[in-house]
């Protein structure tokens, strides 16, 4: 009965949230059609994705910790939007940006296979290497451009202001579509990597091939990891709050809860991507919000933690 009220409430305060996200402040259709609409998609299926491979790398690496940008592909994404836009492709950014998290992800999981062997100690050490990397790259394409740096820090602050040609929308609709098919895909692998928090020899005597489960899980999370920055920049915390906040409301079932946590995802950042536009009398980036509101759930979560 409290989970059914909990749920209610959540409902009617999305309802709410929606209308006034598309609604404050203007009274034209085709503002709110041409650009809230495609906005509150945009966020919806950002923080969609960064909450749900959140919570399904905290449970493949055991760690707390662990989210979507974890393994460096935030940075090869953006640097492949940057480097588009300092070129002055700006309708080609998403394409440079998906392309950029296609490359980072062929290096990462070359190196964590480096030596014959792979483990999840070499997967994440492998993501920073690459991350570092990439983000030094960034800071040199940032020295050499600084008549845009406007536009880039758009990049690494996150920005959900894009702006879609009518060609522009029809691809973010498939992509969205094709998106959401690959998250349902990712909640259906919930159980199997649960199972490997036990260990690989549990895993494997349960008949899972973890090796096989492994590979299937990281293309999958870079691709759509790859997806949110090409489109909207780097947002962090979404991916390590909602599915701390999530872990702390709801108990038990994985898959459950992985759904519910990229549904969570997707208000907040919905919420902070309203808060970013009102809140001043210019827009902010919308990466600051979540960080505002990231850092302070993290203390609370570290004074709490026995």
Same mark, same amino acid.
């Given at each position: ?13 999305? $309802? ?32 969609? $994705? ?9 449970? /493949?690496?055991?760690?707390?910790? !662990? ?5 460096? %592909? ?26 950029? !998290? ?25 993501? %920073? ?12 394409? /940032? ?5 845009? %740096?406007?536009? $880039? ?49 549990? =895993? ?25 920055? !090409?489109? =909207? ?24 809860? /992985?759904?519910?946590? =990229? ?25 600051? %919000?979540? =960080? ?9 979560? /570290?004074?709490?933690?026995?």
């Amino acid at each position: 009965m409290n989970k059914k009220f909990l749920i209610l409430l959540i409902l009617i305060f999305v $309802i709410i949230l929606v209308y006034f996200y598309l609604n404050f402040g203007t009274s034209s259709k085709h503002i709110i059609l041409s650009v809230r609409l495609p906005r509150i998609l945009l966020a919806f299926l950002t923080g969609f $994705i960064l909450a749900g491979v959140g919570f399904s790398f905290q449970i /493949m690496l055991n760690n707390p910790l !662990a989210e979507p940008y974890i393994l460096g %592909i935030s940075s090869g994404a953006a640097l492949g939007s940057i480097l588009a836009g300092v070129m002055g492709l700006y309708l080609f950014m998403p394409v440079f940006g998906f392309a950029g !998290a296609i490359l980072t992800m062929i290096l990462v999981w070359f190196l964590s296979h480096l030596g014959g062997f792979f483990n999840n100690t070499k997967l994440l050490l492998s993501g %920073i290497i690459v991350g570092m990397f990439f983000s030094a790259f960034i800071s040199l394409v /940032m020295y050499f451009n600084q008549q845009d %740096i406007g536009n $880039i820090i758009n990049v690494l602050m996150g920005n959900l202001g894009h702006i879609f040609s009518n060609t522009e929308w029809k691809i973010f609709l498939g992509v969205f579509s094709i998106s959401i098919l690959l998250m349902l895909y990712l909640f259906s692998l919930s159980n199997q990597l649960t199972i490997l928090t036990t260990g690989d020899l549990v =895993a494997t005597s349960l008949g899972i091939d973890i090796i096989k489960l492994r590979r299937k899980f990281f293309v999958i999370s870079s691709l759509l990891t790859g997806i949110t920055v !090409a489109y =909207a920049g780097i947002i962090g915390f979404v991916g390590l709050v909602v599915p701390h906040l999530i872990r702390m409301i709801l108990k038990g079932n994985k898959r459950f809860s /992985m759904v519910f946590s =990229a549904f969570g995802g997707a208000v907040l950042l919905i919420f902070c991507d309203f808060l970013a536009m009102h809140i001043a009398v210019i827009e902010l980036p919308v990466g600051v %919000i979540t =960080a505002f509101i990231g850092c302070p759930f993290f203390v609370f979560i /570290m004074t709490k933690s026995k």
